[in-house]
């Protein structure tokens, strides 16, 4: 790893975020930048005064605005005002970034306005939540969350052929095709799952989580419903299950 890029973690952990809690990264070099904003935890932001060594940041580049990743956002313009933020709707498709450029690749499914970006000169993609190692991605369809274009997104980012994968939680990966073609197949296991609950006769996600994840907490259980809805409209949009008052079926 080059020592003008540092992981400095934002210091949030839970069963959602892992263990050290939210990764960003910081570019260091002639336009210092950061990737993602943590949550505003003092000791990430001490953590990035440091490391910049007297240099101002000129730079933040937010993944989704889920709150996890764009939540620091107000403390870093607290402490660094001129701060440049590229986010979904930044006109320019490449930006320089400490001694590179990124390039941005909207990559929507988590988030309708998810963006990756991509090293132009190392070829390493910080992929925000588009994908990590050792688990999987919610897809949170009740709050916006699209499953069709989000594997749309890893067929995308596939065929740039990063170097590696940068993520927003969890450690770097290093054999991205690996992973991604890891992902797709996992996700048709699910959807061929959920089409086999939807013949036994079972109609609503909260029915068809038990079947498919087996025992859960409350909370995983909300999300593992909310990752069910997302296969369910997949398949609704491709005209093969339909919703009625009495909860969906397929065609």
């Given at each position: 790893m080059s020592d003008t890029m540092l992981v400095l973690h934002a210091?949030?952990?839970?069963?959602?975020?892992?263990?050290?809690?939210?990764s960003t990264y910081l570019l260091r070099g002639r336009v210092p930048s950061l990737i993602d904003a943590g949550i505003g935890d003092e000791r990430h932001l001490q953590s990035i005064e440091s490391a910049l060594e007297?240099?101002?940041?000129?730079?933040?580049?937010?993944?989704h605005s889920h709150p996890d990743h764009v939540g620091g956002l107000v403390r870093i313009r607290e402490r660094w005002p001129l701060v440049d933020v590229i986010r979904f709707g930044y006109e320019d498709n490449v930006v320089e970034a400490g001694n590179t450029r990124l390039r941005i690749v909207h990559t929507p499914g988590h988030s309708s306005d998810h963006l990756c970006f991509l090293d132009e000169e190392s070829c390493d993609l910080y992929c925000g939540d588009l994908a990590r190692a050792?688990?999987?991605?919610?897809?949170p369809a009740s709050k916006g969350g699209n499953l069709r274009q989000y594997l749309d997104s890893l067929r995308r980012i596939r065929a740039l052929e990063p170097r590696r994968l940068l993520p927003g939680h969890g450690a770097i990966v290093d054999h991205p095709a690996a992973l991604i073609d890891d992902y797709l197949r996992h996700r048709q296991q699910r959807e061929d799952e959920i089409v086999a609950a939807l013949s036994g006769g079972l109609r609503t996600p909260e029915e068809i989580v038990p079947r498919v994840y087996g025992v859960l907490t409350p909370m995983l259980n909300a999300a593992a419903a909310d990752s069910v809805l997302a296969h369910l409209v997949k398949?609704?949009?491709?005209?093969?299950?339909?919703?009625?008052?009495?909860?969906?079926?397929?065609?």
């Amino acid at each position: 790893m080059s020592d003008t890029m540092l992981v400095l973690h934002a210091n949030n952990a839970s069963p959602w975020t892992g263990p050290t809690g939210n990764s960003t990264y910081l570019l260091r070099g002639r336009v210092p930048s950061l990737i993602d904003a943590g949550i505003g935890d003092e000791r990430h932001l001490q953590s990035i005064e440091s490391a910049l060594e007297g240099q101002p940041l000129v730079r933040v580049f937010i993944t989704h605005s889920h709150p996890d990743h764009v939540g620091g956002l107000v403390r870093i313009r607290e402490r660094w005002p001129l701060v440049d933020v590229i986010r979904f709707g930044y006109e320019d498709n490449v930006v320089e970034a400490g001694n590179t450029r990124l390039r941005i690749v909207h990559t929507p499914g988590h988030s309708s306005d998810h963006l990756c970006f991509l090293d132009e000169e190392s070829c390493d993609l910080y992929c925000g939540d588009l994908a990590r190692a050792g688990g999987s991605i919610v897809i949170p369809a009740s709050k916006g969350g699209n499953l069709r274009q989000y594997l749309d997104s890893l067929r995308r980012i596939r065929a740039l052929e990063p170097r590696r994968l940068l993520p927003g939680h969890g450690a770097i990966v290093d054999h991205p095709a690996a992973l991604i073609d890891d992902y797709l197949r996992h996700r048709q296991q699910r959807e061929d799952e959920i089409v086999a609950a939807l013949s036994g006769g079972l109609r609503t996600p909260e029915e068809i989580v038990p079947r498919v994840y087996g025992v859960l907490t409350p909370m995983l259980n909300a999300a593992a419903a909310d990752s069910v809805l997302a296969h369910l409209v997949k398949l609704h949009d491709e005209q093969r299950a339909f919703v009625s008052d009495d909860g969906w079926r397929l065609v």
